[in-house]
C-alpha cells in the first residue's frame, strides 16, 4: 500500500513538472531576437543620469522576456557606454547599427552626445529616442529622431509661471556650459524678459568645476531676488553648498537636470529648499489616486527599488518610456526600422513615467505642459508643490 501510494506521488509530482515545464516552454520567447541598442552615460560626469538608464534597459529586458518576449521574440538590449562624450556617442551609434544591426537605438543621456548622432540617425534612417531634454534635439523636427524627456522649453515656462506667482522681477541664472546648460540659458533669455522679469546677471560654470564661490559672489552683489541654476549634478548640488556657505539667502530654483538622488545626496541640507519642475515620479505616491500616470509610476518606481535597493529617479524613467514605446511599436509592425519609425510617430495616449505622449510628424518629443509639476526639498526629500 505505502509503496502504491509512493508511486502515485511520484506520479503526479512528475506530472506537475513536465505540466509546469510545458507551460513555461510555452511562455519562454523562442523567435529571432529582436535587437534595439541603447547608448548611456554609464561613466564619466553625467554618470548620475546614465547609470540608472542603463539599470531600467537590463530591467526591462529581462521584465519583457519573462513575459513572452515582444510577440513571441526574444528582445535583446545591447549597452554601450559614451562616457559623456560627443564622439564616443558617435562612435557607439555606428557600432549599434553596423555591427549589431540595431532596430532603434534609445538615448543617449545628454543633449550633447544626442546631437552629435543626430544626423547620423537621419542618414542611416534607424529610429532613435533621446534620453536627453534640449528642445533642439526635436526642432526642427527630422524624421528619424524623438526623444522622452520634457523639453527645456517647457521648463522654463514652468519655471517663469512659479516666479511671476511669487512676483519675482530681478533672477539671475547660473548654468554649466554644456549643450543642457547652454540650451536652457538660452531659453531663459527668450522666455523671462518676455513675462516681465530681468536677467540681472548670467553666471557659467564647466561641469567638472569643483566650486562657484566666484559665481556665486558675484550673484549675492547683484540685486536679484532669485537665482535659477541650470546643470545636471554635480554642479547644481555645489552651487546649492556655496550659496548655503555664503549666506545667499536668495529663494534657488533648479532645472529639471537635478530631478534624482545624487543631487540630494551631494548638496546635503543645502538642497532644501529648492524649487524646480519635474515629472511625477519622483512625488508619485503624493499625487492624486485617479491621476492616469499613478499606475505606471507605481509599477516602475516599485519594480525599480526592489531590484537594485534605490528609488527609480526621472532619468531611469526615460530609458523607460522610450524603451517601452519602442517595444509597443514592434509589438504593432515587427522588425522594420521604417515601419517602427512611422508606429513611433503615430503613438497617441501613451502613458509613460514623464506624462502621456501623443507624438504626430510636427511634434517628436509628444508631451504638454501638463507633464510637470513643481516639486521642492524638504528635510532632504522631495515634496509636491500644491
Keep these: 500500500m505505502r509503496r502504491a501510494c509512493l508511486l502515485l506521488l511520484i506520479v503526479v509530482v512528475a506530472a506537475a513538472l513536465m505540466g509546469g515545464a510545458a507551460w513555461a516552454g510555452a511562455k519562454k520567447p523562442s523567435g529571432a531576437p529582436y535587437v534595439i541598442g541603447a547608448i548611456f552615460s554609464v561613466t564619466g560626469d553625467a554618470s548620475s543620469l546614465g547609470v540608472p538608464e542603463a539599470n531600467t534597459a537590463k530591467m526591462l529586458e529581462k521584465m519583457i522576456n ?40 534609445v538615448g543617449p543621456s545628454r543633449t550633447g552626445t544626442t546631437m552629435a548622432i543626430r544626423e547620423y540617425m537621419n542618414q542611416v534612417k534607424v529610429p532613435l529616442i533621446s534620453c536627453a531634454a534640449g528642445i533642439e534635439i526635436v526642432e526642427p523636427v527630422t524624421p528619424w529622431v524623438f526623444k522622452t ?13 512659479y516666479l511671476k506667482a511669487k512676483k519675482v522681477t530681478r533672477v539671475a541664472t547660473i548654468s554649466d556650459n554644456t549643450a543642457f546648460g547652454k540650451g536652457g540659458l538660452r531659453e531663459l533669455e ?17 561641469p567638472k568645476d569643483s566650486s562657484m564661490e566666484t559665481q556665486v559672489t558675484k550673484i549675492r552683489g547683484t540685486s536679484a531676488q532669485a537665482v535659477v541654476c ?42 532644501n529648499g529648492t524649487v524646480l519642475p519635474a515629472g511625477r515620479l519622483l512625488v508619485w505616491d503624493q499625487i ?45 509592425v515587427g522588425p522594420d526600422r521604417a515601419k517602427l519609425r512611422t508606429a513611433i510617430e503615430q503613438t497617441k495616449h501613451f502613458v509613460g513615467t514623464g506624462g502621456i505622449f501623443n507624438f504626430s510628424p510636427k511634434d517628436h518629443n509628444g508631451l504638454s505642459q501638463a507633464a510637470f509639476v513643481m516639486v521642492t526639498v524638504k528635510d532632504g526629500k522631495w515634496r509636491l508643490l500644491k
Design 190 to 206: 527668450s522666455l523671462l524678459p518676455k513675462a516681465g522679469i530681468k536677467i540681472v546677471t548670467s553666471e557659467e560654470y564647466g
Design 230 to 271: 541650470w546643470g545636471t549634478p554635480p554642479g547644481p548640488a555645489i552651487v546649492a553648498k556655496n550659496m548655503k556657505q555664503l549666506d545667499v539667502k536668495l529663494p534657488l530654483l533648479n532645472s529639471h537636470g537635478v530631478a534624482n538622488a545624487t543631487f540630494l545626496q551631494l548638496a546635503g541640507d543645502a538642497a
Design 288 to 332: 492624486a489616486k485617479n491621476d492616469p500616470q499613478r499606475k505606471v509610476l507605481a509599477e516602475y518606481a516599485k519594480r525599480y527599488d526592489q531590484l537594485y535597493g534605490k528609488p527609480a529617479d526621472t532619468f531611469g524613467g526615460h530609458a523607460w518610456d522610450a524603451i517601452t514605446l519602442v517595444t509597443a511599436a514592434l509589438k504593432k
Design 66 to 105: 519573462d513575459a513572452g518576449g515582444v510577440k513571441g521574440h526574444p528582445l535583446r538590449i545591447v549597452v554601450e557606454d559614451d562616457r559623456g562624450d560627443p564622439a564616443e556617442a558617435l562612435n557607439a551609434a555606428r557600432r549599434l547599427v553596423e555591427r549589431d544591426k540595431v532596430l532603434a537605438i
Design 149 to 161: 524627456p520634457q523639453s527645456d522649453r517647457m521648463a522654463v515656462q514652468a519655471i517663469v509661471k
